[in-house]
């Protein structure tokens, strides 16, 4: 394919995944059907199946990607101007929940269609899902810990970022940098310097 | 009050529902089906479920999440301190999670049947949970009820993350639960980890 083609079936993804998120946000994943990207993208089913060989189910793994992309590039953002450990898996958490507390699509899936994200937070799938968070966030936080750890971290964050989207906390607002920040004093860095008095080294 | 006798029967219908999904599935499973497994006419199973079986497979649900709760409760609760009771609990909860073989059809088939219970009630779930920590936390030397509360919140958390997403832990293996729950559960609890 040419380059200019390329870029023409780049642009069709990005407005297919648009409309997808913008149908998601409308009415959840379970009402949202084919025809429904189509219309709202205004592209037509033929080019639609074209872009997205597995239709429905394809358009649905792609969205996923596109907003795990996003996720990441704001949390690597957020992470970038931290000068220390605990600044650094503060701004994590709370770029992480901001993220996810203002993405119109999740907050439709959580209010008209749990099951479609419950699928991913519990059990094998949630397995799944905090290794992808995991092999991601064990990157940002390579500056301040050995790669094994910053990927127990990463994993270990990630659940603590899903247990307060799934469980709102009264106490804790993970959407507030000094709440993200009370979370990281209280527990994750005292259980830190125990895990390093145990490691080798 | 519901009478004892009448609660007998709800539990054998409940528990022949169960066994009708494990034999055949979710979408399967009719009412009639329900009735032979039970050993209850269809008229008595609407008589305790006047919605049929959207009600039933609901209840279903709810019984389920009790029971696995009343059980877990029962087998750790002979432990006396703070590192037995999630040691103990995680392992029993986690391989319970597995053998609860309707809770994984239902999930592979028909999630939005656990939106109910799993969902809209999980907030009591994570109470539960804290609350029957709380007296632990307690004999581990948690004074102040504030930071307990705080702690037995934190550790209610993670419990339910690790029982049914292990991640990089296996379960199954003791040494390395007893790694899990040091490291990362009680030394998050600060001074009080230790």
Do not use: K
């Not at chain 1, 995991?134 to 659940?159: I, K, M, N």
């Not at chain 1, 307060?164 to 310097?193: M, T």
């Not at chain 2, 497994?37 to 009600?55: K, L, M, N, V, W």
């Not at chain 2, 007893?178 to 490291?183: A, G, P, S």
């Amino acid at each position: 394919m040419s380059g200019s083609g390329d870029a023409v079936a780049a642009s069709t993804r990005e407005r297919v995944i648009a409309a997808t998120l913008r149908c998601l946000a409308a009415q959840g994943l379970r009402r949202t059907t084919v025809d429904d990207v189509a219309v709202e993208s205004g592209i037509s089913r033929a080019t639609l199946y074209r872009a997205f060989p597995g239709g429905r189910d394809t358009i649905v793994a792609s969205v996923v990607e596109a907003e795990l992309e996003a996720l990441t590039a704001t949390i690597e953002r957020a992470v970038d101007g931290a000068s220390d450990l605990r600044g650094a898996l503060s701004s994590v958490i709370n770029a992480a929940a901001v993220w996810l507390t203002a993405d119109e699509a999740i907050a439709t899936l959580m209010f008209n269609d749990p099951a479609a994200l419950l699928t991913h937070l519990e059990f094998e799938q949630m397995d799944r899902t905090l290794a992808v968070a995991s092999s991601r966030l064990a990157p940002l936080l390579a500056r301040f810990l050995d790669q094994a750890t910053a990927e127990r971290v990463g994993e270990w964050v990630t659940r603590l970022v899903v247990s307060y989207l799934l469980f709102p906390s009264d106490e804790i607002d993970l959407c507030d940098l000094a709440g993200a920040g009370a979370l990281v004093e209280r527990h994750v860095l005292p259980a830190l310097a125990a895990l390093r008095v145990g490691a080798p080294g | 009050m519901i009478a004892p006798a009448r609660l007998e029967v709800r539990e054998r219908i409940l528990e022949g529902t169960s066994r009708a999904i494990c034999a055949g599935g979710v979408r399967q499973t009719s009412l009639t089906e329900i009735a032979r497994e039970s050993g209850c006419s269809r008229a008595t199973i609407y008589r305790h479920f006047p919605g049929g079986r959207d009600e039933l497979l609901d209840a279903l649900v709810a019984f389920e999440h009790r029971r696995f709760f009343v059980r877990l409760g029962q087998a750790v609760e002979s432990a006396t301190t703070l590192e037995e009771v999630v040691e103990r609990g995680l392992m029993v909860a986690h391989r319970a999670l597995l053998e609860l073989e309707v809770l994984q059809i239902v999930l592979r088939e028909q999630p939005e049947l656990l939106e109910p219970t799993l969902v809209r009630a999980s907030q009591p779930t994570l109470q539960l949970v804290a609350d029957f920590l709380t007296p632990y936390l307690a004999a581990h030397g948690v004074r102040d009820e504030a930071t307990r509360a705080a702690h037995a919140d934190y550790l209610a958390r993670m419990v339910l993350s690790y029982m049914s997403a292990p991640g990089r832990f296996d379960l199954t293996d003791a040494e390395q639960v007893r790694d899990l729950v040091r490291c990362e559960l009680l030394a998050g609890l600060g001074a009080h980890g230790q």
